[in-house]
């Protein structure tokens, strides 16, 4: 069961694997469970939704805060 969204989406960054590659991404978190996050992320113009381990998610300031 998904808990939330009782706030506005955030921008946070998380790592990802795609096959045997492992890519720090800067993603929106949409929804999140005690021990999940579902986030969306741009992937070369298509938008990627996956589930993520909570303890793969940082949590950022403003989406700026990723590139800092």
């Known amino acids: 069961m998904s808990i939330g969204p009782e706030r506005a989406p955030t921008w ?3 790592l990802l ?22 986030v969306d992320v741009d992937g070369d113009g298509e938008e990627l939704r996956c589930w993520v381990w909570q303890g793969a998610v940082d949590g ?3 989406r700026e805060d990723a590139w800092r």
């Open 17 to 38: 694997r795609f096959g045997e590659t492992d890519v720090r991404c800067t993603v929106r978190v949409m929804r999140w469970t005690k021990d999940a996050v579902g």
């Open 60 to 62: 950022l300031a403003a």
């Open 12 to 14: 946070e960054r998380a």
